[in-house]
């Protein structure tokens, strides 16, 4: 395995390598401590398993290096690091595409089992928080962790089929169907261009392809959206 962990307090970062090691004593680490070092890192690298990711960097926010990540490595989980614990921010984190959200206080086993969670493909958050973001759960005895099977959409989506989309993924979606850009689907649905690139990125992971076109393809041949 082989994780990309962007942190700059170093203090944390080495417990988080030990939490890692722990986990899979074969992983292989790549440590940075700013975003502009883990964009670099992700352009040179396309086989990280994970990216651990810092809310809060010295040089950008937690959300801006997300969508640039997943420009660079559209399937592979994110799973965003932070101190606070706040619904609204664990929100914003889902909706740009994170496959999870840790807090830093969290014991060392809820870490792992959360990261085992994530790269298995399910989407986890912290266990108070499950009731605060009205989605869906499933309780694992076996390690006393609970967490999202995906984010709830707040209206019914406008397609059908088995995905794991949320509703504003699904309208990219529709618009990717009718060839449009992303500077075009930003002006059809209301959104900055930036904003379309990490809904793209997340379909892309969704649907485990690596471009549009495939994307598109995938999305027609499991007729998951009625244009």
Known sequence: MKVLLVEDHLLFRDGVSLILERLDPNTEITPCGTGA???????????????????????????????????????????????????ELIQQVLAAGARGFITKTSPSDVMISAIKLVLSGGVYIPQEMISALNMP???????GITHAASPAPQTAPPASGDHQLTERQLHVLHEMLKGLSNKEIARELNMSPSTVKVHVAAILREFNVKNRTQAVAHARQKNIITQ
């Open 37 to 87: 070092d883990a964009l670099a890192l992700a352009q040179q690298h396309a086989d990280f398993s994970l990216v651990l990711l810092d809310y809060n960097l010295p040089d950008t926010t937690g959300l801006n290096c997300l969508a640039q990540i997943q420009a660079h490595l559209p399937t592979t989980p994110i799973v965003m690091l932070s101190a606070e614990n706040k619904a």
């Open 137 to 143: 759960f499933t309780a694992h005895s076996s390690d």
